[in-house]
């Protein structure tokens, strides 16, 4: 069978450095568009005692992009959790058919060749606590109209182990980014992790760049663009307090967040006090500095610890001033804007490539599942396992006489 022949084909290469070249795909709630990056990575199995069984010598992310969503697509993800199960169906093969669409034209405008997709698809329910998430975008169309293997359904098998199926980051950290000690991403949803004390640890903090993109809506704007709408605003204390007040920050680890938490608790909130958009955004801000440095205190402590932030809302200006303001003695540390955007894109082509190796790409003392798990359904290319992957020739050069 062909993944007979596809675990053949990666045994036989296994002790040699290989490179993979992929292709994230990630689709997030803030309803931005659909971020792909294209990465490399060079990587060989690890030593016997090392704490993941890869080392990833190099990496590098040369090509990366947002495309946008128009209209109609960014509507029709808002409504489709309330839609039917045509609806639904239907979605699910069209935003695949999109997906490819999306990545036909980056991989006509940049001159790059990957050899796999990893596809992360758009979340429309995510319910760990009933075992159940749904990531819409037909892996099976999208390989179809591409030509090329495709990864995706990332999720399901962690939360089928009575995980949370999130978040998947501390894979990328650990691999990835060295140096830090916090990770903090603020997209859609801000979610934090930490290897401090040599255990993983992550979770959902609080809606982020989902609430302050439509508080800024209601002024007119797509975003608030370096957070000048917040700055200009006024803290409404009664509003803080009811925002921390909310349950689920009380909640222990593992926890997770669905989107209907930021529509259904959070909004109402923002919707029925006083004073102005403005006024309401620098009060959200200030509550997710707050949420966030709470986090912050119980995974580091007192320590002088260093934070790494990306995400959408790492552009927030005045977000990421009261997050340093919160959060100190922890550094915050923002990085380069292509690090800022496409980390969680170059997480999902990460994944895959985990994926590919039959290596975890959730870790249990993040998800608190039952044990680690290789997320993702494998979708052939029309290439079949040869194009996985490239051996790399790192045997010493023969001495020369």
């Not at 957070?227 to 009811?242: M, T």
């Amino acid at each position: 069978s062909f993944l007979f022949l596809l675990s053949s084909f990666i045994s036989q290469e296994m002790l040699q450095t290989r490179e993979y070249r992929g292709l994230g795909l990630m689709s997030g709630s803030s309803l931005d568009g659909i971020d792909i990056a294209f990465c490399r990575f060079l990587v060989r199995s690890g030593q016997t005692g090392q704490t993941f069984p890869l080392v990833v010598d190099e990496w590098e992310m040369p090509a990366a992009e947002t495309r946008p969503f128009d209209p109609s697509w960014r509507r029709r993800l808002r409504e489709l959790p309330a839609g039917s199960a045509r609806e639904l169906a239907l979605a699910h093969v069209e935003f695949g058919q999109l997906l490819a669409h999306e990545v036909t034209a980056f991989l006509a405008a940049h001159p790059v060749r990957p050899s796999y997709i990893a596809s992360h698809g758009h979340t429309i329910f995510h319910w760990p606590e009933r075992g159940a998430t749904l990531q819409i975008g037909d892996g099976g169309a999208l390989a179809a109209r591409t030509g090329l293997p495709v990864v995706c359904d990332f999720r399901s098998q962690d939360v089928a182990l009575q995980g949370q199926g999130a978040p998947m980051a501390p894979i990328a950290e650990r691999l990835l980014f060295d140096g830090y000690d916090l990770f903090l991403n603020l997209g859609g949803i801000a979610n934090i992790s930490s290897g401090l004390g040599g255990e993983w640890r992550a979770y959902d903090v609080a809606p982020a760049n989902q609430v302050l993109d439509r508080l800024a809506q209601q002024e007119g704007k797509a975003f608030d663009e370096n957070g000048r709408l917040a700055a200009s605003g006024q803290l409404l204390e009664p509003l803080l307090a009811q925002l921390d007040d909310l349950p689920y920050y009380r909640r222990p680890f593992p926890k997770s967040l669905d989107n209907s938490f930021s529509s259904e608790e959070v909004w109402p909130l923002l919707a029925a006090a006083p004073g102005s958009w403005a006024d309401r955004s620098h009060t959200y801000c200030e509550h997710l500095a707050r949420q966030i440095a709470r986090s912050v205190r119980e995974l580091a402590g007192q320590a002088a610890a260093r934070m790494l932030v990306t995400g959408g809302g790492a552009f927030h200006a005045f977000l990421v001033d009261r997050l340093r303001a919160h959060c100190d003695p922890v550094e915050v540390i923002v990085p380069e804007a292509r690090i800022v955007a496409f980390k969680e894109a170059a997480l999902m082509a990460l994944a895959g490539m985990l994926r590919l190796e039959g290596l975890p790409n959730f870790l249990p003392s993040v998800t608190g599942a039952g044990r680690a798990s290789v997320g993702g359904a494998w979708y052939a290319g029309s290439e079949g396992a040869a194009a996985i992957f490239e051996p790399v020739d790192d045997s010493p050069e023969p001495p020369r006489h």
